[in-house]
């Protein structure tokens, strides 16, 4: 019989970040260890609030599934010995699965005999089980910090109070640290802080919510969203949307309890961004709206306990807000009685790298990439280009940016308004940090367009260019979401330019800061950048195998090699496509690198080469003209036409003939057929 299986480890407060990936985290290990006990199991619910990670398990099987197993061993030269006796090889593989030498079978193979084990493992009892599995899966879950208490030799990500750990209602018996495992959980820390008893999943979450606290993170995420439109409604606006805010919170209580706010109306002079950010990020308060889309002088935040007098907990929200709203003022007013341009200066002062110099030198480098940018691209705007980088990174000194970090642009933004700059330029200042997140809004002007690309460039070339490269687990300068943002901003403007160009121009400002060789960074760089445009056109559902073969032909222009391989794709996506791309893949088989010689038609000796050599010249020019144009979808069209001759041809003549002169005839002809491809995609790399 099967059973559920319930765990739930108690803790002391766990930041709301770590909660959402220790609960996959959770399921994914337990998974991993039900599945390699060959332990049937059901359905598979976590849970996480501050307090507390839990998962319930369906259907547990009640014991292993039982395994036959089939094991070779050493061969019998191996096995015994000259008199036939056992060797240390023979004893050990004998030893090692728990039999003799002697119930070890023979079996002959193609390479000779072999000793040979088949063994039945009975399974043993899911709860015999259970109190080895469970305290590895806990001390397995990762977070990004843990820590040690007391004078214990576990980690948790913070000291744990207590364990539920019930497997068909009966609690799973085994020691964590101190803690020994029981069916004694608890409730909300100060609303209903003693213990009660849990005898499964059901009646957990019945008792947690009558001991003030909602288990699921899902539906308190319901509550939340339910409680702050309510509170809007009768605030008389409507909730500015925050999703990102909406999870975070959901993950900082156990019990929500929407409470309406208010500030002075004078704080509304501050720019829309600041104060959002201001009650979002430091207060994690959500903003209000009124019906024009305006804010409001007001503010909601979710509390984790029931007042019984709510009106106390407001007001000392106000108190904490009204100081930081002051101190914000302060800043914004205090800003303005220096010009940005002046502020220029000061980053010569400020370290950006150590090994790359100061933010001033960042700025002049970028500058002059994004003003290469504009000669070449959208001449028009040069002026508004040279002035926006230039202006670009002055706001990270005004008070504004150093009190909340998270408002540089924005800041130069607002301020370069006030100080009359053109609004293109002002927009620029806060664009050019655009994408800030992968699907993020992208730069909506060339101008902030071509500062952006400038200053990303800047940022991957430098950091490659002094060692600091991602690895599979950390990227502190965000490298990845540069090479991103840059592919990105490149197609949703269709900027015509050269990947590896740009690298080039970006290396050769940099200069003497490189410690790495230059072409030994310009390569990795170029491969970096590709590599994403591989993840991005891969998960907008293009084949691997077609943007492998395209990039590989030819990288250096994204829109054109995204045209390709939209082309591409098409065409593998005909009913005939698969014997086309073993016709073409044989010819690049056989001809490997080509032959550089001109197409002899006197000394072909059958009539399928020079059907051959017919269609070819008939569909070269087509082919170069389309190709040159960019309609990559007509090209290939016309060189898939070739199918049928080139069957022939390999069907009637053998390539690799013994006269030299006919062989390399015969390749010069299918190094034409190949170079059709050149500069649209690599077949070679096509799976069949």
Known sequence: MSAELFLEIGTEEIPAGFLPLAMADLERLLRKELESARIGFGAVKPFATPRRIAISVAEVAAEQLRQELTLAGPSIKVAFDAEGNPTKAALGFARANGVEVSELSQVETDKGTYLYLSKVMEGRPTAELLPEM??????????????????????????????????????????????????????????????????????????????????????????????????????????????????????????????????????????????????????????????????????????????????????????????????????????????????????????????????YEKVMRFRELANGLAAALDPKVGALVDRAALLAKCDLETGMVYEFPELQGVMGREYALIEGEDPRVAVAIFEHYLPIQAGGQLPSDNVGAFVSLADKIDTLCGCFGVGLIPTGTADPYALRRSAIGILNIITDRGFRLSVPELVGRSLALLGSKLTRPLAEVQADVVGFIRLRLVNLLTTQGYPQDVVDAVLSASFADVLDALERVKALAELKGREDFEPLAVAFKRVGNIIKGGVDQAVDAGRFEAPCEGELWSALQQVQGTVAGATAAGRYGEALQAIAGLRAPVDAFFDGVMVMAKDDAVRNNRLALLTGVASLFQGIADFSRIAE
Not at 216 to 240: D, K, Q
Not at 249 to 255: A, G
Not at 326 to 344: C, G, I, N, P
Request: glycine share 6%; with cysteine.
């Open 134 to 359: 469970l305290p590895r899966l806990i001390a397995a879950i990762p977070f990004k910090k843990s820590m040690r208490w007391k004078d214990l030799d576990v980690r948790f990500a913070r000291p744990m109070h207590w364990i539920v750990a019930l497997y068909g209602g009966a609690v799973v018996p085994f020691t964590f640290g101190n803690l020994q495992s029981g069916n004694s959980s608890q409730g909300h820390r100060f609303m209903a802080p003693g213990k009660f008893t849990v005898s499964g999943v059901e009646s957990w979450l019945a008792e947690s919510e009558r001991h003030f606290v909602i288990p699921s993170p899902a539906r308190r995420r319901e509550l939340i969203a339910a409680g702050i439109a309510e509170a809007a409604r009768a605030a008389g606006g409507t909730v500015n949307p925050d999703e990102k805010l909406l999870d975070e919170v959901s993950y900082l209580v156990e019990d929500p309890t929407p409470l309406c706010g208010s500030f002075e109306e004078k704080y509304l002079a501050l720019p829309r961004e600041l104060l959002i950010t201001s009650m979002r990020e430091h207060q994690r308060y959500f903003t209000l709206l009124d019906g024009n889309g305006k804010l409001l002088p007001r503010f909601i935040t979710i509390s984790n306990t029931r007042a019984e007098d709510p009106s106390v907990v407001v007001r000392g929200n106000e108190r904490v807000l009204r100081a930081r709203l002051s101190d914000a003022m302060f800043f914004y007013t205090e800003d303005q009685k220096v010009k940005l341009e002046s502020r220029l200066e000061a980053l010569k002062s400020v370290v950006y790298q150590a090994k790359l110099g100061t933010s």
